[in-house]
């Protein structure tokens, strides 16, 4: 049992008697009213988002969940393939479970996924992903102006926001949470 205000994207809750994942959580205080958690909900068995708004110190069952390492291997039509790196088998993930993390893997890259009774409910990626640079306009020469940002196009597919120092072919680490730039690997 834990309570409300330790909701976390990602963590797995019986709600109403039903396995549930948290999509969204977000603490609210409005002035002198009580404050609570705001959440959004995926119901494991029958996929259904549930808006679901939690007292702070209501207690929320947490079911056994295993944590396992993966390695990504490729996508198969909707599902994406890993394996499991202590005994080399090779398992589906349905996309639905991946979610949003799919926009930052490529193949050989580790993840971490939950089971519950033998079956995956979640999928997570690092918090910080190094992807190369394979689209980005040119820095602009005497542009000078600090906190100017470029858009560009990382190695998966997805758009970022760099330094204008940042060219094509440059690995750069970002944060997965908010898809933001951090360094250029080092």
Not at 2 to 21: C, F, P, Y
Not at 39 to 49: D, F, H, R, V
Not at 63 to 76: H, I, M
């Amino acid at each position: 049992m834990i309570k409300a205000v330790e909701l976390r994207k990602g963590r797995t809750i019986v709600h109403d008697g039903q396995l549930s994942v948290v999509h969204e959580a977000q603490h609210v205080a409005k002035g002198n009213k009580r404050s609570y958690m705001q959440a959004k909900i995926k119901n494991l068995k029958s996929g259904t988002i549930t808006d679901v708004r939690f007292n702070v110190d209501e207690r929320i069952e947490i079911p056994f969940v295993e944590s396992k390492d993966y390695e990504f291997l490729y996508r198969d039509g909707e599902d994406l393939v890993v394996m499991d790196l202590e005994t080399y088998d090779q398992f589906p993930v349905p996309g639905e479970v991946v979610g949003d993390a799919e926009k930052w893997l490529k193949p050989n890259q580790r993840v971490s996924c939950q089971l519950y009774e033998g079956q995956m409910i979640s999928f997570e990626v690092p918090l910080v992903v190094e992807l190369e640079v394979t689209e980005t306009t040119p820095a602009i020469k005497g542009a000078t102006a600090t906190n100017q940002l470029k858009d560009a196009v990382l190695e998966t597919g997805v758009r970022v926001r760099v330094p204008p120092f940042v060219e094509e072919g440059t690995v750069v680490r970002v944060d997965t949470r908010t898809g933001e730039y951090l360094e250029r690997a080092k």
